[in-house]
């Protein structure tokens, strides 16, 4: 079922592969083509995302053509290849029906044209970062400490193609310390997978570091990816930091609202599981909004780093909803409804 659900989110993005870029996109598109010629990012060209992004789009122009459709359809693959790795993820922590419906929520997720996928930073961060959930997971549930290196390294190069990425190794740093603490005799373990992260972020980060000093331009990169980033942030209004960017820019909240409803839902029934796995999506979901809104800046493409572990929420919730069905009264059943409808009717 993972090869239908997997072209779900090409077919849903495909309608907006020929529109204009949006203004950050043409930038990304200028370094790219820049760097093609020879120009060295942050030190001739300069944005503040990370380098991987402008990789994505000279891989896309140089395999497709220097076209607007290019980058498009870069981004389409990588998000239906952030499919597999949402069930992997998802069966790894759970079980295979959990699994199929958490990627099933996934795919459908792109159907709200207002999150604004087209060829933004996030969707392209989006396959090393779902990559790297199920890599955690899998060292999460005992497998070996390689696997949270390879954890460390996939989520790094989410870093290097959108920053707000290093809030899931938040997320995951305090899963470890949490079992550590409330299980002794898992601290060695913990240590151990913590220190395996840590040399698996560095592997991720080598090739970056290493090319840009060669080319005198390391602190350029630090300033673009980090430092500039964290000026801006600063300077953005304080109050939006404790607002949900959902909030702040509605569009995602109403094309998705049976999603969202769902996730608020599928939150409380893992809240109410309380073992590791639940802890650990609930962790990432967490510091996905806390990427999301700590700017202090609302943008509908901010709510992109929600999907995967909203997805999996997702799953919960109506799996929940489906066994309270018959039993639930008309108010309960008409909400529902009326979400969807809301839902539908918007992205149509």
């Not at 000279?58 to 870069?74: K, M, Q």
Request: aromatic share 14%; proline share 4%.
């Amino acid at each position: 079922i993972l090869l239908p659900l997997s072209v779900l989110p090409f077919l849903f993005l495909l309608p907006l592969f020929d529109a204009p870029f949006e203004r950050d996109q043409g930038t990304y598109a200028t370094i790219a083509r820049g760097w093609m010629d020879g120009a060295v990012p942050y030190r001739d060209l300069w944005d503040n995302k990370g380098p991987l992004l402008f990789v994505w789009f000279a891989a896309a122009f140089a395999w497709l053509g220097e076209t607007i459709v290019a980058p498009r359809v870069l981004a389409g693959i990588a998000a239906a290849l952030s499919v597999p790795f949402v069930w992997a993820a998802a069966q790894t922590l759970f079980d295979r029906r959990m699994a199929t419906t958490a990627a099933a929520v996934f795919a459908l997720s792109f159907a709200n044209v207002y999150v604004q996928v087209t060829a933004n930073a996030e969707v392209f961060m989006l396959l090393p970062l779902t990559a790297g959930l199920w890599a955690f997971a899998v060292g999460a549930t005992g497998g070996r400490l390689w696997w949270f290196m390879a954890a460390g390294t996939l989520t790094t190069l989410a870093v290097f193609t959108r920053q707000s990425a290093v809030w899931t190794f938040v997320a995951y740093g305090a899963w470890l310390a949490i079992v550590a603490w409330r299980e002794p005799a898992q601290r060695s373990r913990m240590l151990s997978a913590s220190l395996a992260m840590a040399a698996g972020s560095l592997l991720g980060a080598a090739p970056f570091v290493i090319y840009f000093a060669s080319q005198g331009a390391l602190l350029d990169l630090w300033h673009a990816m980090f430092g500039f980033n964290l000026a801006w942030a600063a300077e953005q209004s304080f109050w939006l930091k404790f607002v949900p960017s959902l909030l702040v820019e509605p569009g995602p909240l109403v094309g998705g609202l049976l999603l969202w409803v769902l996730v608020v839902m599928g939150v409380w029934r893992l809240w109410k599981r309380g073992d590791r796995a639940a802890w650990l999506v609930i962790g990432v979901l967490l510091a996905s909004e806390a990427a999301a809104q700590t700017t202090g800046k609302g943008s509908a493409h901010y709510a992109i780093q929600l999907l995967p572990a909203a997805a999996i929420a997702a799953a919960f919730g109506l799996s929940w909803v489906a066994s309270q069905w018959r039993s639930r009264g008309v108010v309960f059943k008409g909400a529902l409804a009326a979400c969807g409808l809301i839902s539908l009717a918007t992205v149509a």
